[in-house]
């Protein structure tokens, strides 16, 4: 089994979002970076076949991301469907 990777949290998941582009913006990178998950799901929980797929410190950033999303866009998950569909 793959040891926990150390210090490789994504920059992009520390930045607060404050604006409509940024979240867009945001769940495109997640996409991008093959780490999309429904945005109704708490990020701790998120699993594969070789286990977690965030560190705990991970998690607690992306479900803070997705907060402020929620706060900012009417339905994240809409638009990661529209995403994950073209």
Known sequence: MKDKQTNTIKSYFKIHIHRENQAKKFLDKLYEDGLMY???????EILTDNGELFS?????????????IWGILDDP??????????
């Not at 429904?38 to 701790?44: F, I, L, S, T, V």
């Not at 705990?56 to 950033?61: G, P």
């Not at 998950?77 to 073209?86: A, P, R």
């Open 56 to 68: 705990a410190d991970e998690a607690d950033l992306l479900n803070e991301r997705m907060g402020e």
């Open 77 to 86: 998950c809409e638009y990661v469907l529209k995403l994950i569909s073209e």
């Open 38 to 44: 429904h945005p109704e799901d708490d990020a701790h």
